[in-house]
């Protein structure tokens, strides 16, 4: 039975000024830790207690090796990252305070990931017992040669009947919306899983809309954004998360599934923010944990929302909550109140 979750994408070097909130140009000291969407969306998975195997490329140093020990200590399969010359991508982040919003600065040209060939042999071996597919926007956004694996891969994928989970994810740092739209064109009629919200669709496809302050002005026009790449497109769900910012702060969070033409809400969470990063993942997760239990769409909403708002409660990109944890964040009756 195929139950494998495999994903394609850099894994970086997360550095942070130690003191939250402070600006790199203030800090004498730096956080070290790794992230990247693919591998945050597989690390929640995992800790979930689902199977997952992460493809990628990291360098023969201390650098590479403590990224893999990061992946193995949530029970990632790391046999298909390759180990090669070069450079680890980096990333730095200034989390924001009030009305300061985060900043992440990348560093990440010419890493070994972006120059790593993946040979057919590996998505062959791999997409022989894989169920999904998890790939994302960023990663094409960093090479061709990211581009030309992904569509590779996608290829054998479709062929050993896997499905393709697709975060749109678009980062104005590393390409610009034509450049997105041109290659995303050539994979989106294989994508069966669509996640995204309503920037990534506008900045994509061009969904217009006028900026609201309320978090059901949001949802209708996530309902719209949806119907309008619908419109376009054929998927089995679509996915999208919701967030009302009222400052960099205080957040209202919530999604929304769309699936055999049915609309689904599931409730929404009034935040204060620890750590802005993360938090889209840790809702893709949810929802591939919801798909690969056979729970119902209303369920897989609920758990996808809880898992989007209580990863924001802590710092990194990892949402180290186990199910019952999130369950219990997600019910009626839970306010916060001290455990003993």
Same mark, same amino acid.
């Given at each position: 039975m195929k139950n494998t979750t495999v994903a394609y994408g850099e894994i970086l070097l997360r550095l942070t000024p130690s003191t939250h909130g402070d600006l790199i140009d203030q800090s004498s000291s730096l956080n070290i830790s790794f992230a990247g969407a693919e591998s945050n969306i597989l690390s929640n998975l995992s800790n979930l207690?689902? !199977?997952? /195997?992460?493809?990628s490329s990291l360098p023969n140093n201390s650098l590479g090796k403590s990224a893999i020990r990061f992946l193995r200590s949530f029970g990632l399969n790391t046999d298909f990252i390759e180990i090669n010359q070069g450079r680890i991508g980096t990333f730095f982040i200034e989390h924001g305070v009030s009305s300061r919003g985060s900043q992440v600065i990348y560093d990440r040209i010419d890493s070994c &990931?972006?120059? /790593?060939?993946?040979?057919?042999?590996?998505?062959? /071996?791999?997409? !022989? !017992?894989?169920?999904? &597919?998890?790939? /994302?926007?960023?990663t094409p956004a960093l090479s061709k040669n990211c581009q030309n694996n992904m569509l590779n891969a996608i290829k054998i994928a479709k062929s050993n009947n896997v499905k393709?989970?697709?975060d749109l994810n678009f980062r104005r740092n590393l390409w610009k919306p034509n450049e997105a739209l041109e290659f995303i064109s050539k994979i989106i009629n294989d994508v069966d899983v669509l996640i995204g919200n309503i920037g990534s669709v506008s900045d994509i496809f061009g969904f217009k809309y006028n900026k609201v302050n309320s978090f059901s002005d949001l949802e209708k026009i996530t309902y719209d954004a949806s119907e309008f790449i619908s419109d376009k497109y054929s998927f089995d769900l679509i996915a999208m998360t919701i967030r009302n910012q009222i400052n960099a702060t205080q957040n209202q969070l919530g999604g929304l599934i769309k699936i055999e033409d049915e609309y689904l809400y599931g409730k929404s969470y009034e935040m204060q923010i620890i750590d802005r990063l993360g938090g889209g993942d840790a809702f893709v997760s949810g929802i591939l944990h919801g798909l690969l239990n056979n729970q119902k769409p209303q369920e897989i909403i609920n758990f996808s929302n809880a898992c989007f708002a209580i990863t924001q409660t802590i710092n990194g990109d990892i949402n180290y909550f186990e199910e019952r944890d999130i369950m219990e964040f997600s019910s009626d009756n839970y306010f916060g109140h001290i455990k003993r």
């Open positions: 207690g689902h !199977n997952a /195997t992460m493809i &990931f972006s120059k /790593t060939k993946i040979n057919e042999s590996v998505w062959s /071996t791999i997409f !022989n !017992n894989s169920k999904y &597919f998890v790939i /994302t926007g960023v393709i989970v697709f």
